[in-house]
């Protein structure tokens, strides 16, 4: 049976020629660490770390590899941002399109006294900017919000919520797990303070290594969540307050940031092609999929406000059966279910159930895309 991989928004696969064979390299044949060694091998380790600042930097449009900060996801990203910027009595403004990696951390510090709003999207999944405007109050102190919905692929309009952050002088950060790679982000223009990302996905690297590019006003607010050695400062027992240091606690995911490293020039290379590929892939299969009877495509159909990630929900035929049969009978690898965004779901309108989502990458090929189609014809004849 053919393998089609399809489920790009969990991992992209394949990873960037060469990602692995780095990795490989740096533990078979350097295998130091970094800030913690007195010799050859170990400084011209950090020169590499350093080398990978730098391409973020340049990916992203952002000033300063100082405040380029390493997590181990962007996950915890999301969570040092969150919960190192906000007390008692501030408030917090999310989407109601969030992944659990920004809604868990803001619904948590609910308990804790801060107020949290859920401001409401478009059935389509499209910010609703009246009710994202009326959402402000003297407290606010921080908008954290997706760009891509891991869901329906629907990009939010993140640059008109950093205009109108700056006016009011609210911090933006942006989760961008889903669109770092992808489509263009620009640190300045979207006016960020911080921009959180994962290495996994359309970055194409390998799993396990995130980062946070964030403004020096941003990092100044910032409490370290997690606190121990950095092999800088070692005679003080909190932590330095210089950059990045202030937040790289622990040894950092060094086979992770080579990696990367190698998946950030290839990416690079790519330029636009990436994404005019999925674009042209996820089209033809989103006008397949028009063609059959009982099925919702969910999200926005305007290709200026959407990825390549398309979800689906079957009118007659559990969703989970589905994929099921896609995988068991055709090989086709999906992901079903609620994909760690419930408040997405109930926006578009497919909580419980989920959608069966199918999230291509550019190494993906029209014949996949129409064996995908044909699959599902074949399935839904037969139920």
Request: aromatic share 8%.
């Amino acid at each position: 049976m053919k393998k089609v991989y399809l489920d790009n928004g969990s991992t992209s696969f394949p990873k960037a020629p060469g990602v692995g064979e780095a990795m490989c390299d740096f533990i078979t044949n350097v295998g130091c660490n970094v800030s913690r060694g007195g010799y050859e091998t170990a400084y011209n380790l950090e020169e590499t770390i350093f080398e990978t600042r730098t391409l973020l930097c340049e990916m992203f449009n952002f000033f300063s590899e100082k405040y380029v900060v390493f997590t181990p996801t962007i996950t915890y990203s999301l969570n040092f941002v969150i919960k190192g910027l906000l007390k008692e009595g501030d408030h917090v403004i999310i989407s109601s399109m969030e992944h659990n990696a920004v809604a868990r951390p803001a619904i948590s510090l609910a308990q804790k006294g801060v107020e949290v709003t859920v401001v409401p999207c478009n059935e389509d999944g499209t910010l609703d900017m009246e009710a994202f405007n009326m959402a402000f109050q003297d407290n606010t102190k921080l908008v954290a919000m997706t760009h891509a919905s891991n869901v329906s692929g629907t990009v939010l309009d993140a640059e008109s919520v950093g205009k109108i952050c700056k006016e009011k002088g609210v911090f933006f950060a942006l989760d961008a797990a889903q669109s770092a790679g992808v489509i263009d982000i620009d640190f300045e223009k979207l006016n960020l303070s911080a921009l959180c990302i994962t290495g996994h996905k359309g970055l194409l690297g390998p799993q396990g290594i995130g980062a946070i590019l964030m403004t020096k006003e941003f990092a100044d607010s910032l409490e370290p969540v997690i606190s121990g050695g950095t092999g800088s400062a070692s005679h003080l027992l909190t932590m330095p307050d210089f950059m990045p240091d202030k937040f790289e606690a622990g040894t950092l995911n060094l086979p992770g940031i080579i990696g990367l490293n190698t998946a950030l020039k290839y990416v690079k290379s790519k330029g636009k092609m990436i994404f005019e590929t999925e674009k042209a892939l996820a089209q033809k299969f989103i006008d397949g999929i028009d063609e059959i009877e009982g099925v919702k495509i969910v999200g926005t159909r305007d290709w200026s406000k959407r990825v390549g990630t398309v979800s689906l929900d079957f009118a007659n035929v559990d969703n989970a059966q589905v994929a099921f049969r896609l995988d068991s009978e055709y090989g086709i690898m999906t992901r079903c279910g609620l994909h760690c965004a419930p408040l997405a779901h109930k926006t578009l309108n497919t909580y419980p159930q989920g959608t069966v989502r199918f999230a291509f990458g550019h190494k993906n090929t029209e014949e996949e895309v129409f064996y995908a189609i044909n699959a599902i014809k074949e399935i839904l004849a037969t139920e």
